[in-house]
């Protein structure tokens, strides 16, 4: 199991920490690091940032959002920071909710959104392989534009830059049971939002016989601490936020997990109380088993026997929120 380092997207600005923490994770061995975007800072920039000043340590985007650009854009990102970093990009991509698509991108969230996915993968693909010009009639993706509110006149194009890497990985987040499956024979690896080494039966059916390389990177946030329910608040704060906040009481994908990861009354109490306003007591309402269960905090020692389950299962690079230096290191002892 590989380790890699997640830096998430920024908060009210850029992380001071993050470059330093990148390069002690290329010195130690990581794999990999990644960038993520919400609503403010974006995924690609501060990866290429972070590709000036290492040499080595793959470079992936958990995820940018497939909203925030057209899939011939995000192939145009990838495949310039691919050349840039001398082949070290990984393309993680995401659909996102509604509430985000349409509520910060201002589009329509797709009604079909495997097809949506499966048709934005497809064009990246082309625009990667470059055998010839991007051509799809989509649902949702058309090249050229053939809508009645165009012109008419848009003609097929290849990429004037030839990629360094026609196979550029792409990676998918994906949380539902069909989108999971779709992301097997569409992608070449699969970030799962939350992942307990506890629970892999919910993901059993989705995953069936995965093609030989294909990745399971999950994000896990990672402390080495004495006190583990301290240590336990910042994970609690992130699921208050995602279960509660990140989509509409109708219609959110990550309390859907957690329901069909045995926690469905707390998933819907902590939405509740965080539609009321409550968002402390939201926070609070989090199961610390399920907390601990999704992350690797506490001591030296908890963590090493802890870490034993992820690397027994199909995880092939876990992917770690690490808040300091210390537990980049101790992370890198213990994986070997």
């Known amino acids: 199991m ?40 974006d995924a690609f920039t ?33 495949l310039t920071l691919d050349h840039l970093s001398g082949g070290r990009m990984l393309l993680g991509l995401g659909l996102s909710g509604p ?9 329509p969230f ?16 082309q625009t990667l392989r470059r055998e010839g010009p991007v051509r799809l009639e989509g649902r949702y993706c058309s090249h050229p534009y053939a809508g009645e509110d165009g012109t008419g006149l848009g003609r097929p194009l290849k ?23 779709q992301t097997t024979r569409i992608a070449d690896g699969w970030l799962p939002l939350y992942w307990s080494p506890m629970r892999t039966d919910v993901y059993e059916a989705s995953l069936g016989g995965l093609p030989d390389g294909f990745m399971i990177a999950p994000l896990a946030r990672a402390a080495v601490c004495d006190d583990v329910a301290e240590g336990l608040l910042p994970v609690k704060a992130m699921l208050g936020f995602y279960i509660g906040g990140m989509g509409h009481s109708a219609r959110n994908f990550h309390a859907d997990l957690m329901a069909r990861m045995g926690f469905e009354p707390e998933a819907r109490r902590i939405q509740e109380l965080f539609a009321q306003g409550r968002r402390e ?11 601990d269960e999704i992350s690797l905090i506490g001591p030296r020692e908890r963590i090493a026997g802890r870490l034993a389950a992820w690397r027994s299962g199909p995880v092939t ?20």
Do not use: C
């Open 159 to 181: 990429s004037i830059t030839h990629p360094l890497r026609a196979g550029l990985p792409v990676l998918l987040g994906a949380e539902g049971p069909k989108n999971i499956a």
């Open 110 to 125: 797709p009604a079909s959104p495997l097809t949506a996915t499966r048709e934005y993968v497809e064009v990246v693909r």
């Open 46 to 78: 501060p990866l290429t940032w972070i590709a000036a000043h290492t040499s080595r340590i793959r470079l992936g985007t958990a995820v940018a959002q497939m909203a925030a650009r057209s899939p011939t854009a995000t192939a145009m990102h990838a």
């Open 317 to 336: 690079d876990l992917l770690v929120t690490a808040p300091n230096m210390e537990t980049l290191r101790v992370l890198a002892e213990l994986n070997g």
């Open 99 to 107: 509430q985000v698509v349409e509520g910060w991108y201002g589009r």
């Open 2 to 41: 590989r380790l890699g380092l997640a830096l998430g997207y920024w908060g009210r600005g850029p992380d001071p920490r993050h470059l330093e923490l990148a390069r002690e994770a290329e010195r130690l061995g990581y794999d990999s690091v990644w960038t993520a975007e919400a609503w403010g800072s």
């Open 281 to 291: 007591e939201a926070v609070l309402a989090v199961p610390d088993a399920f907390a």
